[in-house]
């Protein structure tokens, strides 16, 4: 895998630990700021609202900028953000800085995805999407812990600061790893971008995105609570317990892209909902044992993200047929979807949480997962009616140059 690869993975573990950092620091920050652990939650689904905002609209609207100097100011705009929130003086200030990170994020991994495409042979696409992702991995595996430890030890407002003491670590990796030469797709008309949303079979697989994340957010989000209240862990205890979670994630990420590059996106997909769904279901019955919780969390992180190499590679996959004048645009929709489910899986969570309580999230989570492996099934239908090759690989606009 070529160096680029590794500057891209360097800034995704940089956003993916002040993306993630927040559900083991919910509790902290309820009690520090007043507020309520539903509230808190919040948290999540307005970052993932600042993504899924970001993720289509500053895509499409940055599409003839230089790659290597859009990913530059993606950095430093969510160096910013991160520390507008280190000096937020209260709950309002730190959801509006959550959103402008989040901004940053939606597009840095739209351009991400096919960027890491396009630096490898197409039989590698996936894999190369999920070294991307890993840098995602890692950070719940390091960094999300760590920061939940400083947040914990220094407030909730240090782990910010380290945060973006990354953001600064990334823009430099950036700056000297990634080549300025980067192939872009060409910029779509807005008609070209809009007509993505009229495609039927695109839509479909953005349903899938949204229930599949969706479903795992309405119980990750309150994972911590969960820990603490039903599980019987110290909250000092629950950074050790996301360590467990983390080293999981980066062995089901490996894995979902392997597994795609092998079987094909769908049948893929079809795996790893089946199973995310049987985890969350199980978790009802494990979390009030600590050890058996223990056991659940490390099977729940090595499928909670094993889906994002086979989603990713499908949309691309389904775009080059559907708009092939829009891929990049497709891309980033689909991460649009991603954090559509995270936003509403946290907010949907906490509601259940004020209405039935917290143990309520992870079977309703996986009523959730179920209904995107049936939209994963019904698109496998539809492609073999269309005589598709399940293990197709995305060519074209994705494919190295």
Avoid: C
Wanted: without cysteine; positive net charge.
């Amino acid at each position: 895998m070529p160096l680029a690869l590794w500057a891209l993975t360097l800034s995704a573990f940089a956003i993916g630990t002040t993306e993630f950092v927040i559900v083991g620091l919910i509790p902290t920050i309820a009690a520090s700021l007043d507020v309520s652990v539903p509230s808190a939650g919040l948290l999540v689904s307005l970052y993932a609202l600042g993504v899924a905002v970001g993720a289509p609209v500053l895509t499409a609207l940055t599409g003839r900028v230089p790659r290597k100097a859009l990913l530059l100011g993606l950095m430093a705009l969510f160096t910013a953000g991160n520390l507008i929130a280190w000096m937020a003086p209260g709950y309002e200030a730190l959801m509006a800085a959550r959103v402008l990170t989040g901004l940053a994020h939606g597009v840095f991994f739209s351009i991400g995805s096919t960027i890491a495409t396009s630096l490898v042979p197409r039989e590698k696409a996936a894999s190369a999407i999920a070294l991307m992702f890993t840098g995602l991995t890692v950070a719940l595996v390091t960094g999300v812990p760590l920061g939940t430890f400083i947040g914990q030890t220094l407030g909730w407002q240090a782990t910010f600061l380290a945060v973006s003491l990354l953001g600064v670590i990334a823009f430099i990796g950036s700056l000297i790893l990634v080549p300025a030469d980067i192939a872009g797709s060409p910029p779509a008309s807005l008609a070209t971008q809009l007509s993505v949303l009229k495609k039927p079979r695109l839509l479909l697989v953005y349903a899938m995105t949204t229930l599949g994340y969706g479903g795992t957010f309405i119980a990750f989000t309150y994972l911590a609570p969960i820990l603490q209240e039903v599980s019987g862990f110290p909250a000092s205890s629950v950074s050790l317990v996301m360590l467990v979670y983390g080293v999981s994630v980066a062995f089901g990420n490996i894995w979902g892209g392997r597994l795609a590059d092998r079987k094909g996106p769908v049948r893929a997909l079809q795996i790893v909902f089946g199973l995310l769904a049987l985890v969350l279901f199980a978790l009802t019955f494990t979390a009030s044992n600590a050890w058996l919780a223990v056991a659940t969390v490390l099977a729940w992180g090595a499928v909670a993200f094993g889906n994002v190499p086979g989603l990713q590679v499908y949309v691309v996959q389904r775009a080059e047929r559907d708009a092939p004048r829009a891929v990049d645009v497709a891309s980033g929709l689909n991460i649009a979807a991603f954090n559509v489910g995270i936003a509403l899986g946290a907010w949907g969570g906490g509601l259940i949480v004020a209405r039935f309580g917290l143990m309520a999230t992870p079977w309703i989570g996986a009523l959730v997962v179920l209904g995107a492996l049936g939209l994963t099934t019904l698109a496998g239908r539809l492609d073999r009616d269309e005589g598709i090759d399940p293990r197709a690989r995305p060519a074209g606009a994705v494919a190295a140059h």
